[in-house]
């Protein structure tokens, strides 16, 4: 009766682990969106409420990555509070809810290139779309494992730090290298934590295997580069 009982209590919590998983990681996503309102103030934020000069793609756009950096904040207070169902309603609201995300995404990232052509930017935002893709269905992949699905989740956010630090003049990285910092940051941070490796090495594998390829056509490859520019815009 007793060995029944010490194996019962050995099982891990599935809730316990989600709630370890994702405790403090609100706080990462707050400083983002600080950083993303900071970053778009003079641009968009402080326009507010008349928003001159802003058509309606724009303000859908900027209202889907909102609600999506609401989300990551919202989504870990819910864990750590044990609301574990609201959590996954949610969750599965991003199933359609992403798809629009993304739509929007490549519609602002077609509207700007229209508007002036920029092949460095048009790579950028491949990168950008394509990361976030990646991180996000690892994410859904991963949601019945909490510790990889919730460091997926941060990933997430990649996408959106880059286009906020290349409108502060303060901060000039070249796009691409703010991810691999934040990776290898993260990678550091488990060395001497929780030591969860796997998620941030298959995203730092990913995301090389995406601005490498980027890079070299930027530097070597700028003809292919226009001849893809030209298949989607031209």
């Given at each position: ?100 995300m993304v739509i929007l995404l490549v519609l602002v990232a ?73 990776v290898a940051g993260l990678l550091l941070y488990e060395r001497?934590?929780?030591?969860v490796y796997k998620p941030y090495l298959i995203s730092l ?30």
């Open positions: 009766m007793e060995r029944g009982v010490s194996v019962v209590s050995a099982k891990p919590n599935c809730s316990a682990i989600m709630e370890k998983a994702y405790r403090n990681v609100s706080y990462l996503f707050g400083a983002v969106l600080l950083l993303v309102f900071v970053a778009f103030y003079k641009t968009y934020f402080g326009l507010f409420p008349q928003f001159t000069g802003i058509h309606g793609l724009i303000h859908s756009h900027a209202i889907t990555v909102l609600l999506w950096l609401l989300l990551l904040i919202i989504q870990p207070i819910l864990i750590v509070r044990k609301q574990v169902a609201l959590h996954r309603v949610l969750g599965k609201a991003t199933y359609g809810f992403v798809p629009v077609r509207s700007g290139q229209l508007h002036q052509k920029d092949l460095g930017v048009f790579l950028v935002n491949i990168l950008d779309v394509s990361l976030f893709v990646a991180f996000y269905g690892l994410a859904i992949a991963y949601r019945h494992h909490p510790a990889y699905h919730a460091r997926f989740m941060v990933m997430t956010i990649l996408p959106f730090i880059s286009p906020a630090l290349g409108r502060l003049p303060q901060i000039p990285l070249p796009p691409g290298i703010p991810y691999l910092l934040i001497f934590h929780r030591k594998g990913i995301s090389l295997g995406l601005f490498l390829p980027l890079l070299g056509l930027f530097l070597f490859g700028m003809p292919l580069v226009e001849q893809l520019w030209q298949v989607c815009f031209g």
